[in-house]
């Protein structure tokens, strides 16, 4: 049982460029979630998934898009880098909604946008 | 989303014990959780009570929940080094609203 996985765990972009995050849980959980941290702050949600075929926004959503077309996979999209991306991206998951059920996070993806 | 605030650091002797302390808003949480993160790795789960309980204790962490001040703190008894982490506090608003504070920075010297 691997958890949630997330690659690649370093990348540096320039700006305009896009890339892709992985995210991949085999735990079989229908919530997953995208969340950044910025350094020395908290984690903010940037979209969420509460099933195959359903996203939404969450506090931070512009400059990401995300779909999910299989319970295990929750990509995040950015299309045009900006500095202001430059974070580290975690990606989690729970069975239920968060209130009944705990969130696994992945290890993280550091990103720099030079 | 939700307002957590959090004291930024604490600095603990191996050995003593640490309190983390924490305030939300939402007083319609059903869980309130603890979440630990080390360096370089994600959150992980500490440990959570459920709203209608005061404490709760798990090996050498203590929860206690004050539910009339909306405040929350974490007890280590016996602080080891291993200890040392950015320690996160949560409620659990609908999952539109989950944020984090910024954490507490918990250092344990030898």
């Known amino acids: 049982n691997a958890g949630v996985t997330q690659t690649p765990k370093f990348r540096i972009l320039k700006i305009g460029q896009s890339m892709t995050l992985q995210c991949t849980q085999d735990m079989n959980h229908n919530y997953m979630y995208w969340y950044r941290q910025d350094p020395g702050m908290g984690l903010k949600l940037i979209y969420y998934?509460?099933?195959?075929?359903?996203?939404d926004k969450g506090e931070v959503p512009n400059g990401y898009n995300v779909s999910r077309s299989t319970t295990e996979d929750f990509p995040l999209r950015l299309e045009l880098a900006a500095p202001s991306q430059t974070s580290v991206y975690f990606c989690?998951?729970?069975?239920?909604?968060?209130?009944?059920?705990?969130?696994?996070f992945g290890p993280g993806t550091r990103l720099t946008v030079l | 989303g939700e307002d957590v605030e959090q004291s930024l650091f604490l600095s603990v002797r191996e050995g003593d014990s640490s309190v983390i302390n924490c305030t939300y808003t939402?007083?319609?949480?059903?869980?309130l959780y603890w979440y630990k993160q080390e360096p370089g790795a994600g959150l992980q789960l500490l440990t959570y009570i459920f709203s209608n309980m005061d404490m709760k204790q798990d090996q050498r962490l203590t929860v206690l929940l004050n539910k009339k001040d909306k405040h929350l703190s974490l007890r280590i008894a016996d602080t080891q080094t291993g200890d040392s982490a950015i320690y996160f506090c949560?409620?659990?608003?609908?999952?539109?609203?989950?944020?984090f504070g910024i954490g507490t920075k918990l250092q344990v010297i030898p």
């Open positions: 998934s509460v099933g195959a075929g359903i996203t």
């Open positions: 939402d007083s319609s949480s059903t869980y």
């Open positions: 949560r409620g659990s608003g609908g999952y539109q609203k989950v944020t």
């Open positions: 989690a998951s729970s069975y239920k909604v968060p209130g009944t059920d705990t969130q696994y």
